[in-house]
């Protein structure tokens, strides 16, 4: 535990630094760009492992951007999409409230969505609004047409997109068969989002994230229907794309040991 929060608060300070460092040396780039840099690297690093602390410290960065470039689209669409991580790392946890982070991450998408034709923002907000009705079940009368809208919008603009077949099926995977969702509909999205992955090459400010996430899923869409082989070989594909997968190392491969 001691080596993880020294492990945490180097990553942390290396990138404040580097963004200090940054703006000290003056300007080939915005200060905006170089927070938006090193707050990206933050999010890379803290999302397999789960770390809510290194999220948070990119957030403020991100916050930061926001203040120096407020119409910036990709500024924003990286702060909603630290939100969404900071709300699914911390739905579940004893006290943890994510209403409010949700409502801001789904705002911040909707500004972003509204400078720039991102497919991830629509994709992301679909998520949004998927955990918004899964803590407040009765929110689906409304809120569920309005997710639909966004991942029908995401598809419209990123048909190849492999994040958003990725949160599709994320979404499937939530949502009921009688409602659209359902393992069979989630195991198809995560396949086409799989098979996209193997050709995604994002460049720029472009989002790189969710190559090993649609393995993760699949596997969990495999526990699912008692199909635990399967489910153990597609978990592993995941750790050979993310080793730092500690949901999957510490949770779901040990689920499994107990299942049989």
Not at 48 to 57: E, I, N, Q, T, V
């Amino acid at each position: 535990m001691w080596e993880h929060r020294s492990l945490v608060r180097s990553c942390v300070a290396a990138a404040v630094l580097c963004a200090a460092r940054l703006d000290a040396q003056g300007a080939k780039t915005t200060p905006a760009a170089r927070y938006l840099d090193s707050a990206r690297t933050l999010i890379a690093k803290a999302t397999p492992l789960g770390d809510l602390a290194m999220l948070r410290s990119a957030r403020v960065l991100l916050d930061r951007a926001a203040i120096a470039a407020p119409n910036d689209p990709w500024v924003l669409h990286y702060l909603g999409y630290e939100l969404y991580r900071e709300a699914t790392l911390s739905m579940g946890r004893e006290g943890a409230d994510v209403k409010e982070i949700l409502e801001r991450c789904d705002s911040i998408l909707q500004m972003s969505a509204a400078l720039a034709a991102i497919p991830e923002n629509h994709a992301l907000r679909s998520g949004v609004l998927g955990m918004m009705i899964g803590s407040s079940p009765l929110k689906g009368i409304t809120l569920g047409p309005r997710s639909g809208a966004q991942i029908e919008r995401a598809l419209t603009l990123g048909p190849d997109n492999p994040r958003v077949w990725l949160l599709r099926g994320i979404g499937a995977f939530n949502t009921p068969a009688m409602f659209g969702g359902g393992m069979d509909n989630a195991k198809e999205y995560l396949t086409k989002s799989i098979a996209l992955f193997a050709k995604d090459n994002p460049t720029g400010k472009a989002p790189s994230w969710g190559r090993h996430e649609a393995w993760v899923w699949m596997g969990q869409a495999y526990v699912k229907e008692g199909k635990l082989d399967s489910a153990r070989a597609a978990y592993n594909r995941a750790l050979e794309i993310e080793p730092n997968d500690g949901w999957v190392r510490m949770a779901l491969l040990p689920a499994l040991d107990k299942k049989k």
